[in-house]
């Protein structure tokens, strides 16, 4: 178990640009999901997997937004025309179906995007 | 809807002192609840946890006990550590696929 992992780290984007990020959840867990965290404020929801079945979207994922799960394995966070107000720590979790740890999420070290 | 609200940081401490992070919720129901941790340069990790009403979670030292009658979830520590400075974060899961809700973070800072 090497846990969740997010590629890249950090990215520097021109306003405008399209950006795609990267997240690999732990190996059998089939939730994933996506958060967003700006400067001082907890993570917010912005999508849920169930496998590859995006079963959630939150209002704060507009429709420059997509989110794919693709064989529900890695899954992969596009934004398109970036704005500056897209500039955020974009965070990925995974967590197990059943048993007790159901509830539990596995956070990855997230992504920090910087639109200029 | 579903939230969560945090005392306000930063909270300031000197190594040994008792500390209290405040956390209230709203809610639908009796919602699981936790606490999660960020270190400086790290991603976030579970702390503690608690189920339902009058657990106590518990975890490296820190404590928190669900209390439904006033919808809190203060986290305890009775000695922190220099290594405790950190952002803790309050959450609750909300909705069929257990989505968490975040209060904003309390940040600590604990001088030797």
């Known amino acids: 178990d090497t846990g969740v992992s997010q590629n890249p780290r950090h990215k520097i984007t021109k306003r405008g640009q399209n950006v795609t990020f990267r997240c690999d959840p732990i190996?059998?867990?089939?939730?994933l999901y996506w958060y967003r965290q700006t400067l001082g404020q907890g993570p917010e929801f912005l999508t849920y997997?169930?496998?590859?079945?995006?079963?959630?979207k939150s209002r704060l994922l507009s429709d420059r937004f997509s989110a794919e799960r693709p064989k529900g394995s890695f899954s992969t966070l596009e934004i398109q025309r970036t704005e500056q107000g897209d500039s955020a720590m974009y965070l990925c979790?995974?967590?197990?179906?059943?048993?007790?740890?159901?509830?539990?999420?596995?956070f990855g070290p997230g992504t920090r995007l910087t639109v200029t | 809807g579903n939230s969560v609200t945090q005392m306000e940081g930063p909270v300031t401490l000197s190594e040994e002192a008792f500390l209290t992070i405040n956390c209230t919720y709203t809610?639908?129901?009796?919602?699981?609840l936790f606490w999660y941790v960020q270190y400086p340069g790290e991603g976030l990790q579970l702390l503690l946890k608690?189920?339902?009403?009058?657990d106590k979670g518990s975890n490296k030292g820190f404590e928190a006990t669900y209390r439904k009658e006033t919808t809190s979830f203060h986290l305890e520590k009775g000695s922190v550590q220099v290594s405790d400075s950190a952002v803790y974060f309050c959450?609750?899961?909300?909705?069929?696929?257990?989505?968490?809700?975040f209060g904003a973070g309390t940040r600590l800072a604990v001088h030797p």
């Open positions: 979790a995974s967590s197990p179906r059943t048993g007790g740890d159901s509830y539990e999420q596995y």
């Open positions: 190996s059998e867990h089939n939730r």
């Open positions: 997997f169930q496998n590859e079945a995006q079963l959630e």
């Open positions: 809610a639908t129901g009796y919602p699981s």
């Open positions: 608690a189920t339902k009403a009058d």
């Open positions: 959450a609750l899961v909300s909705g069929g696929y257990n989505k968490l809700i």
